[in-house]
Nanobody, 126 residues
Framework: DVQLQASGGGLVQPGGSLRLSCATS????????IGWFRQAPGKEREFVAA????????YYTDSVKGRFTISRDNAKNTLYLQMNNLEPEDTAVYYC???????????????????WGQGTLVTVSS
């Protein structure tokens, strides 16, 4: 079975940092597009960042560029999201997601990902 387990969320003050992890199993990690989405209260799930598996290019949503860094460890089958200079607007449940059939034009669309982790809550507040 494909499994994704997100962790690392918590309460942090504005300007602080957190590192999220997504441990995976049950699929060939290096051959999947894998990324992070988030969902704030009352809002739709939105794309944050992702790796496209076949070219290893990285894509970010504009609001996190320069503050967040996505990385992956293929040996550990784990995806990371380093979040720096956090803002209250970053408060959300963060999910990791994976798929092996995505085309590049669909990488930002949550509905196109087949596999999801359970989410980890990030709260940015003073």
């Amino acid at each position: 079975d494909v499994q994704l387990q997100a962790s690392g969320g918590g309460l942090v003050q504005p300007g602080g940092s957190l590192r999220l992890s997504c441990a995976t199993s049950g699929f060939t990690f290096s051959r999947y597009t894998i990324g992070w989405f988030r969902q704030a209260p009352g809002k739709e799930r939105e794309f944050v960042a992702a790796y496209k598996w076949n070219n290893n290019n990285i894509y970010y949503t504009d609001s996190v560029k320069g503050r967040f860094t996505i990385s992956r460890d293929n040996a550990k089958n784990t995806l990371y999201l380093q979040m720096n200079n956090l803002e209250p607007e970053d408060t959300a449940v963060y999910y990791c997601a994976a798929d092996n059939r995505l085309i590049l034009s669909r990488i930002r669309y949550a509905d196109d990902y087949d596999y999801w982790g359970q989410g980890t809550l990030v709260t940015v507040s003073s």
